[in-house]
């Protein structure tokens, strides 16, 4: 069995990324990122600071927008319309989910398409779906693919099934993984809670992406004997033997499924640094499209 590291496969990208961003330097062109968060979620807050963590470790420009939980809808807009007229910002993230009383939907729809580097804009999407090699795909479905690829599993003609079908996640990364070429050419099924025979179903892929928000939900008998298994499910669960009291777990119950797996990726260490890394790749990317580079 196979343990995917993709804290490992990340360093390996975010160093390419550090030389381009020295490159673009070079050219009077820095890579700006800019976040807006709405609220304190503690996970979504934790989440932009690893955020901006690494845009100051690649040497990148970055920008926070804390806004408070009560912002109206009209304020969070202006600030993207803001963003979207700044040059020195190459891509715009609105940290998800916001408030109750903000429509995600039109934010998104805000947000410049060619600075959309979560890739969540309707022309990104349908850029995606149309096999267009310019649209922003979602990090977490990139950095999956990159896994798949960097780890030469082979996604030509092989059975993948995706549980989940969100935006995020689970319909994106069908159309990608349907796309013709490197890391795409898979048979895709995409099952979710509705799904009848779902165990069945999950244990004829010869790749399973778990990808429901369900911790352990995945269970032995859910995978066939040499699957490979990603597990893009990040869960907090109550752990009184932690020091925090919780701790991080997946999609997957992992101790009962790795040992039938050809290979499989963890939670921490496995997604979560990839959707980072890809999340840095668009922004320069952008930089790169906007620069005439690229």
Same mark, same amino acid.
């Given at each position: 069995m196979q *343990?995917? #590291?993709?804290? $490992?496969?990340?360093?390996?990208?975010?160093?390419?990324?550090?030389?381009e961003v020295a490159r673009l330097k070079t050219l009077g062109f820095t890579p700006g990122l800019a976040v807006v968060l709405v609220g304190d979620d503690p996970a979504s807050r934790a989440y932009v600071r690893s955020k901006d963590k690494m845009?100051?470790?690649?040497?990148?420009?970055?920008?926070k927008h804390e806004l408070p939980a009560s912002v109206s809808q009209a304020d969070l807009i202006h600030i993207v319309h803001q963003l979207n007229a700044d040059p020195a910002i190459h891509g715009i993230l609105v940290q998800s989910p916001p408030p109750a009383h903000i429509n995600e939907r039109a934010v998104v729809d805000a947000i410049d398409p060619r600075k959309d580097v979560d890739g969540f804009h309707p022309l990104n999407v349908a850029?995606?779906? *149309?096999? #267009?090699?310019? $649209?922003?795909?979602?990090?977490?479905?990139?950095?999956?693919?990159r896994l798949l690829i960097e780890t030469?599993?082979?996604?030509?003609?092989?059975?993948?099934?995706?549980?989940?079908r969100s935006m995020i996640v689970g319909k994106p990364l069908a159309l990608l993984l349907m796309q013709k070429g490197k890391g795409?050419?898979?048979?895709?099924?995409?099952?979710?809670?509705?799904?009848?025979?779902?165990?069945?179903?999950?244990?004829?892929?010869?790749?399973?992406i778990a990808a429901i928000g369900q911790p352990y939900f995945?269970?032995?008998?859910?995978?066939?004997e040499g699957a490979v298994v990603i597990d893009v499910g990040i869960n907090r669960?109550?752990?009184?033997?932690?020091?925090k009291g919780s701790r991080l777990v997946g999609d997957v119950a992992f101790d009962e499924v790795a040992p039938k797996c050809r290979a499989i990726t963890p939670v921490p260490r496995g997604v979560g640094p990839?959707?980072?890394?890809?999340?840095?790749?668009n922004t320069i990317t952008s930089c790169q499209r906007f620069a005439g580079t690229r």
């Open positions: *343990l995917i #590291d993709g804290t $490992a496969i990340a360093q390996k990208i975010n160093a390419a990324s550090r030389e845009c100051q470790e690649l040497g990148m420009h970055s920008v850029k995606l779906a *149309l096999g #267009d090699s310019d $649209a922003f795909v979602p990090c977490t479905p990139l950095g999956c693919q030469g599993i082979e996604t030509a003609g092989a059975n993948v099934v995706i549980l989940g795409g050419d898979a048979t895709v099924t995409v099952a979710h809670s509705r799904t009848r025979n779902l165990a069945d179903v999950c244990h004829s892929a010869d790749i399973l995945v269970k032995e008998n859910f995978v066939r669960i109550d752990d009184p033997a932690s020091p990839m959707t980072i890394a890809m999340l840095m790749q």
